[in-house]
């Protein structure tokens, strides 16, 4: 068995590593070339095809265009593992491109034959994986073991060809002695999960390597490299000696960073803003948050930060960020649907390089409660404009500025309003967020308390944790808000504050985290003005919904007065539970429960709790999951909502 060393994915045409005990040599390139050949099938070589697509995203299905085969030879294709497990068997089977592709055509009779000699370096790939060092592949092309075959071979094309595939996957191999040498010697090789007697499997020991590599960088030593990855299997022991040795080189500096690639999007800016300067430590961790905190930036459609492969004569090591922009003009479209409140429609166009430092202009109006009525007085309405000046005065400081008018029309109450909002937001560290601003919000209501107009200045501020490991869809961690807002009613001369705050955690359970469970609670009041009248309508407490308690309308939780008219609450409470089981990599279900309460009172007296729960579909997208929940409340209003249906895109909380 010929083979390259390690990292070159070159592997000869035959697995056959049983070989004479004195064979050192031999044994020693072999164990190399897997490390190759596991890079094959790791998980991120695999690509799906889709087809089903919805706003340019494909769902579902396959969008590969059907291509002419030339000279299309038809084959037939059997794999059999004897001794295998029903596991591994599945994973050869699923491997073998020859089994799952068997119903469509090759070109040429050699076209058959790379495509067996590719599927062999597969399989070898998986039963190194599995830590079976002594296996052996063999794939027959009618009749004809491959090894024999001419080197332009001809098939009888009066039928399929027969290609038969035979995997002896042979004992299952742990490793031996290991040592750590060079600049890793001073490392616990356990650390890397290398332990006398573990898994010997071929990733485990391609991943040492890789965060051992990683951890010397971590100390700052930007030229840490693997210097040997020597690997000896033992078959009369069965076991896998492994020598790791790197070179850590010296600690350095961050030098100069250029810019390569931004045309339209001010190359100072990108530099500015990804907060790598110039005589900082480096760091893999910062370069690694300064490419994701480019990419978050939407006037950028792909983000990379290279390292120069050698120190500066300062000792510095210089970086480049290359930058690709994306469309900065756009428009569109948004659907959403509840079956108690009815449709929604919305419509938006944006710029995302406003003046050339990825500023963003986005103006949007929305329709909502279609369906639910058919007077078009009851609809609720939305316009907005909306600016961000990311990098504003400091790198870590982004402005909001915004100007929005609104209808609203729930079943609680009718309120017309024009809000201004001005505000700063300052990331103190990768998890941390302050913000404060200022507000002026107009509001004309009519509710239980009659028709009253509002006009309030406010100041907002906010603080908020993040350590959520995914915006988008969590598996672990938290997130944490907690705002104050001191108000100032001029019409009414009602001087008050709002204070709100929330909490949502995330635990990922069993095998790929198959299992998360999910955890909301919010709560807040208001403190302030001599009755609840004088509260603007919009700022009082409301709940129930699709963010709020699933099954009753929007708003509908609230407390009432003697007419049974919603007058709203100074306190609310409410919080959730979810179980996120994943089906596949594409469906999950969602059982949940919410609670909530709604009370008068600057701190809820929990008189009135109301319950929902259901179960909810997930299929996930590129941006998100798409989220569709069915609930009921466990104890409905007298005339109430009976049932609710939610969708839209991302989990709920």
Do not use: C
Not at 225 to 253: C, K, N, Q, Y
């Amino acid at each position: 068995m010929n083979a390259r060393r390690v990292g070159t994915p070159t592997l000869n045409t035959r697995n056959d590593m049983q070989g004479p005990p004195g064979a050192r040599a031999l044994r020693r390139a072999a164990v190399a070339a897997f490390l190759a050949a596991g890079l094959l099938s790791w998980p991120g070589f695999v690509a799906q095809a889709h087809a089903f697509k919805l706003f340019g995203i494909t769902l579902f299905g396959s969008e590969e265009e059907e291509t002419e085969v030339i000279d299309p030879v038809s084959y037939s294709a059997t794999l059999s593992a004897p001794g295998a497990g029903k596991e591994l068997a599945e994973r050869l089977e699923n491997t073998a491109t020859l089994v799952q592709d068997a119903e469509e055509p090759v070109s040429g009779d050699l076209g058959l034959v790379v495509k067996a000699r590719e599927d062999r370096e597969r399989l070898v790939a998986v039963l190194y994986e599995e830590a079976r060092y002594g296996g052996v592949v063999r794939i027959a092309l009618a009749g004809t073991d491959l090894d024999e075959l001419p080197p332009i071979p001809r098939f009888d094309h009066s039928r399929p060809v027969s290609v038969t595939i035979t995997v002896e996957p042979g004992p299952v191999f742990t490793l031996g002695s290991v040592r750590l040498e060079g600049d890793a010697a001073r490392l616990d090789p356990a650390t890397y999960g290398l332990v006398p007697g573990g898994a010997a499997g071929s990733v485990r020991i391609i991943q040492a390597g890789e965060r051992i590599v990683r951890d010397l960088k971590a100390e700052g030593r930007p030229l840490s490299r693997l210097t040997t990855r020597d690997v000896v299997a033992d078959h009369a022991t069965r076991t896998v000696s492994v020598t790791l040795a790197a070179e850590s080189g010296p600690v350095a500096s961050l030098g100069t960073v250029s810019v390569k690639g931004a045309r339209a999007v001010s190359s100072d800016f990108i530099r500015r803003y990804s907060r790598l300067d110039d005589g900082q430590p480096y760091s893999p961790e910062q370069l690694k948050k300064a490419a994701e905190r480019l990419r978050a930036l939407s006037a950028l459609s792909s983000v990379t930060v290279r390292e120069a492969d050698h120190l500066a004569p300062d000792g510095s090591l210089p970086l480049t960020i290359e930058v690709s922009e994306g469309k900065f003009r756009y428009f569109g479209a948004g659907a959403e649907y509840s079956s108690i409140d009815g449709a929604g429609l919305s419509g938006y166009w944006g710029h995302r390089n406003l003046f050339g430092e990825a500023e963003t202009l986005r103006i949007e109006g929305k329709v909502s409660g279609l369906g639910a009525t058919t007077d078009y007085t009851s609809f609720d309405y939305t316009a907005g404009i909306y600016f961000t000046k990311p990098g504003a005065l400091l790198p870590r400081i982004t402005w909001d500025a915004s100007l929005v008018a609104k209808r609203e029309t729930p079943d609680t109450y009718t309120a017309n309003s024009l809000t201004a909002l001005s505000k700063l937001s300052y990331e103190l560290n990768d998890r941390d967020t302050v913000s404060g601003g200022a507000e002026i919000a107009f509001s004309e209501s009519e509710d239980a308390f009659g028709t009253n107009t509002y006009l309030t200045f406010a100041l907002p501020f906010t603080f908020e944790r993040d350590a959520r490991d995914n915006k988008l869809d969590p598996i672990e961690g938290f997130r944490l808000t907690a705002a104050v807002t001191p108000s100032y009613e001029a019409l009414g001369g009602t001087v008050f504050s709002s204070f709100e705050g929330s909490a949502s955690g995330y635990v990922g359970l069993g095998a790929d985290d198959r299992l998360v469970l999910a955890a909301h609670l919010a709560a807040g009041s208001v403190v302030g003005g001599d009755g609840l009248e004088d509260i603007p309508t919009t700022r009082r407490f409301f709940a129930g919904g699709g963010g709020s308690v699933r099954g009753y309308a929007y708003q509908e939780i609230s407390p009432y007065n003697n007419q049974n008219e919603a007058t709203g609450g100074r306190s609310y409470t409410v919080g959730s539970l979810e179980a996120r089981f994943k089906v596949n990599e594409k469906i999950g279900i969602v059982p949940f429960f919410d609670v909530g309460t709604v009370s008068t009172e600057i701190v809820p007296d929990f008189s009135d709790i109301r319950m929902g729960a259901g179960l909810g579909l997930r299929y996930a997208t590129p941006f998100g999951p798409l989220r569709l929940d069915v609930a009921l409340p466990l104890n409905r209003f007298d005339g109430g909502s009976r049932y609710g249906i939610y969708a839209g895109i991302g989990q709920s909380f």
